[in-house]
């Protein structure tokens, strides 16, 4: 028999456990909050050169898991350089922006750039400007000097019409003809002796008489006629003049208000431009300006021809659309955009229903994150930024550009808009900050060529940090800081090694601890719970500990039903006795919020033939990729121990037993090794331990993951069918660093009522498992014939000879078929 004994793991190895006494605090009341990032040195060193690097392309790209403070450290250290360059004298560039009308192209508003809060105060001048027009040129045009000077103009007119046909009518009256002025027109009618010509009369006159008429009429009508076309051109003089001292007086009236403008805006050539444009189009549209029209609540909005030029409102171009507002900001905008989808990150167009259409102007123009974030700094979410349409192509664009316009999201998709603007871009200059994981940014990586050009800086955050006793000091004053931002009961000395004790079971490692502050954060506030719930002053082991069992009471009904399961009978496992050809193996649930493991009777059986091994879960499509592989180099080690001299002949099939939703991961090789030896042996493996382990071609046992959850699933079956002393676990000692079993499996071992064997072979194993040797080979090449290995060659040698025997051997058949065939 095999002394076991040796590959025991005392109790002492199961766990690291936290001394309270080594801290030199009595709770976390005593200790500064941390403000530093435990263990994110290389995360910390890539962002402060990163947010420093003011060349293009140097945007950041912060992978790891969640809850790992990608977020926090970087807000932290955009604050702390902030806060350098002011120190330093050094400011940022940061600026309002208004879209304006565009007098030129009535689609494409214009943008204007103006000091950081002067936006508002641009806005506000031209409305004031507006209000002063109307009422300066409202008492300009209703003066008595205007109204003089515009009748004088219109009487002028008058008696020059007046004069002409005063000499037409004395033209006419010397040919005998009088003018009658009607709504049809002026009309020629002969007179004789001071009476108008009937029809009767003149009919009754000569020829002569008649042809004279006719030919005075005809001169007359020709006279007429160039009296209207002078009356006209009058008219038309009357007008211009009239407009001429309309235009010289709005323009005396409005070019003092424009000015004093134009000289508080000197700096800017746009709205110099834009001031010009504005005042021309003042000047054009001066009637509008001139009697107010007051529109009564009962009347429906009527657009006249100026209204339909410049939309609804004709006063459109006085309005300022204040675009990006920093005026309430501090130093430069830091910008989180939680859901950035075309519209929040890039900004849109909105649109109004008027008279059956919709439309829209430069007022409905409104900003993106992109645009708020400008002379900033932008965090998003690199995994919505990938899956949201359209944006990871435009926000690309936009870096590599560096300016950004707003685009209708329907033409992205390639759908048509309805009156569409295309307002002039903004030039930008934004640091963009994407936070997801280290897979996401491997596949943009390899797969985006512009990826490099525009995030060349990576800050990765590990997921653990080492427990030294600075990181641990550290470590409870970021327990201290959660008390103080959340108003929580302090943590004793008890406490804070319990969280310690959870965050290392948490990267299933005893020399690290977790750098997943999110879900410490979540563990301290239910502590803090439970210990408010009993009254106590201040949080105590036993409610960290509390915390965690009904954590875990919360989620693990698939655990509990699994159980239930196994003692009723519906799944067979059987923690007593030895059978051939069979063993506990341990898998691993993985349901997103919990994690357990379970045991699984994993069998095989050996028979006649030259079918090799044959894995049941990969010919019924339910193996993974991974588990193949395992169960091959489980091949490929028979061949290396068992084919050196003689090709192997045999069929084995491998199966999971009452596994229905696939298997994968190799963890379980070593266990379908030693079914499969068993089998071929005739030796019965113990039904008591439980084993995980992956196997390479040379039967060194390799470490697994998911260790602890493996042993106390087992443990719960053992102690659900009831602990009789001799059941345990065997895995891989490449493990042992990673065990942090719970107190209640390590205080069963403590007693000798459960077992952890460690081993680093599949020979070890076998001997646990089996308590016969494994058998050394001896110098005539063969093992002892009682061994594990002797067993095991004699059995292939028989097998072999009875299928040559009664198959006699295949015509050209290669003398390695059947080891290539396993």
């Not at 263990?39 to 140097?58: C, K, P, T, V, W």
């Not at 008489?209 to 003089?237: C, G, M, P, T, Y």
């Not at 009637?287 to 909005?301: L, M, V």
């Not at 989620?555 to 003692?567: T, V, Y």
């Amino acid at each position: 028999m095999v002394d076991n004994s040796r590959y025991e793991v005392p109790a002492e190895k199961l766990r690291w456990v936290c001394d309270p006494e080594q801290f030199d605090f009595a709770c976390t009341e005593d200790l500064a909050p941390l403000h530093e990032f435990i263990g994110q040195d290389r995360a910390i060193r890539a962002i402060e050169f990163g947010l420093s690097m003011e060349h293009d392309g140097y945007n950041i790209y912060l992978a790891g898991l969640t809850g790992t403070g990608k977020t926090s450290a970087a807000k932290t250290y955009i604050a702390r350089l902030i806060n350098e360059r002011e120190k330093a004298g050094q400011s940022y560039h940061v600026s309002d922006w208004c879209y304006i009308y565009s007098f030129a192209y009535t689609d494409r508003p214009r943008t204007v750039e103006l000091p950081k809060g002067m936006g508002r105060v641009f806005r506000d001048d031209i409305a004031g400007l507006l209000q002063h027009l109307k009422k300066d040129l409202a008492k300009a045009f209703s003066s008595e000097d205007y109204k003089a000077q515009r009748k004088a103009i219109i009487e002028e007119s008058q008696v020059r019409q007046q004069e002409m046909f005063s000499r037409l009518r004395s033209e006419a009256a010397k040919k005998g003809f009088l003018i009658q002025m009607s709504q049809v027109g002026a009309a020629l009618v002969p007179v004789k002796g001071g009476k108008a010509l009937s029809q009767e009369d003149f009919m009754a006159l000569g020829e002569r008489a008649k042809k004279s008429i006719e030919k005075n009429r005809n001169d007359l009508r020709k006279d007429l006629e160039s009296l209207f076309e002078e009356a006209q051109d009058i008219d038309r003089v009357t007008g211009e003049k009239l407009a001429e001292s309309d235009r010289h007086l709005a323009d005396y009236t409005i070019s003092r208000l424009y000015d004093a403008l134009a000289k508080k805006y000197a700096d800017s050539a746009d709205i110099l431009q834009f001031l010009t444009d504005l005042k021309k189009y003042t000047l054009d549209q001066v009637d509008s300006f001139k009697s107010p029209r007051e529109a009564k609540p009962e009347e429906a909005p009527v657009l006249s021809v100026d209204e339909s030029r410049f939309g609804p409102d004709p006063l459109l171009p006085f309005q300022v659309n204040v675009f990006v507002d920093n005026s309430a900001t501090e130093g430069p905008p830091i910008v989180t955009e939680t859901n950035p989808n075309y519209v929040n990150l890039f900004g849109k167009i909105e649109r109004k229903f008027v008279l059956g259409g919709y439309m829209s102007d430069h007022t409905m123009l409104k900003p993106g994150a992109l645009h708020l974030a400008n002379g900033g700094y932008l965090l998003l979410s690199a995994a919505d930024v990938v899956t949201n349409p359209g944006v990871w192509p435009a926000l690309k664009r936009a870096l590599k550009t560096r300016e950004l316009g707003i685009e209708e999201p329907f033409e992205q998709l390639g759908l048509i808009a309805p009156q569409g603007l295309r307002p002039l871009p903004i030039p930008i200059d934004v640091k963009v900050i994407l936070i997801g994981d280290a897979s996401l940014y491997q596949l943009l990586s390899a797969y985006d060529e512009d990826f490099w050009e525009i995030f060349k800086v990576k800050a990765d955050f590990n997921y653990e940090v080492a427990r030294t006793p600075d990181n641990m000091q550290s470590f409870a004053a970021f327990i201290a800081g959660c008390c103080v931002e959340c108003e929580l009961k302090h943590f004793d000395r008890t406490a804070v090694a319990a969280v310690m004790e959870f965050a290392s079971r948490m990267v299933a490692n005893q020399e690290k601890l977790s750098s997943r502050f999110a879900f410490i954060k979540e563990l301290v506030e239910e502590a803090e719970y439970w210990a408010r719930k009993e009254g106590a002053n201040l949080v105590h082991g036993p409610h960290v500990s509390r915390a965690i069992e009904e954590r875990r009471f919360r989620h693990n009904l698939p655990d509990e039903r699994l159980r239930e399961m196994i003692e009723d009978g519906t799944i067979l496992i059987e923690s007593r006795g030895s059978v051939v050809g069979q063993v506990n193996g341990l898998s691993i649930y993985s349901l997103g919020d919990i994690m357990f493991g379970k045991p699984s009777r994993i069998t095989c059986r050996t028979f006649l033939g030259r079918g090799g091994v044959i894995n049941i879960e990969r010919e019924a499509n339910l193996s993974g990729s991974t588990h193949d592989k395992g169960v091959l180099i489980m091949s490929g080690y028979l061949g290396w121990r068992y084919a050196q001299d003689a090709p192997l002949s045999l069929s084995a099939s491998l199966c999971f037993e009452q596994s229905y939703g696939g298997v994968d991961g190799d963890s379980a090789s070593c266990a379908e090794l030693y079914v499969l030896l068993s089998s071929l042996a005739d030796l019965p493996l113990r039904q008591d331990i439980a084993v995980t382990g992956s196997v390479n071609q040379r039967g060194e046992v390799q470490p697994i993951g998911g260790v602890n959850q493996k042993i106390e699933g087992f443990f719960q079956t053992c102690s659900t069918q009831g602990l009789t002393g001799t059941q345990g676990v065997m895995i891989p000692s490449r493990n042992l660093r990673n065990l942090m079993l719970r107190d209640d499996v390590v205080e069963a071992v403590r007693k000798g009522q459960f077992h952890v064997y460690a081993v680093d072979s599949v020979e070890r194993g076998m001997e646990v498992l089996s308590g016969v040797p494994m058998g050394r080979k001896r110098k005539d090449g063969t093992y002892p014939p009682q061994s594990v290995n002797g067993r095991v060659v004699a059995q292939l040698r028989d097998m072999a000879g009875k299928l040559k025997a009664f198959q006699g051997p295949r015509s050209g058949e290669s003398p390695t078929h059947e080891q290539s065939q396993v």
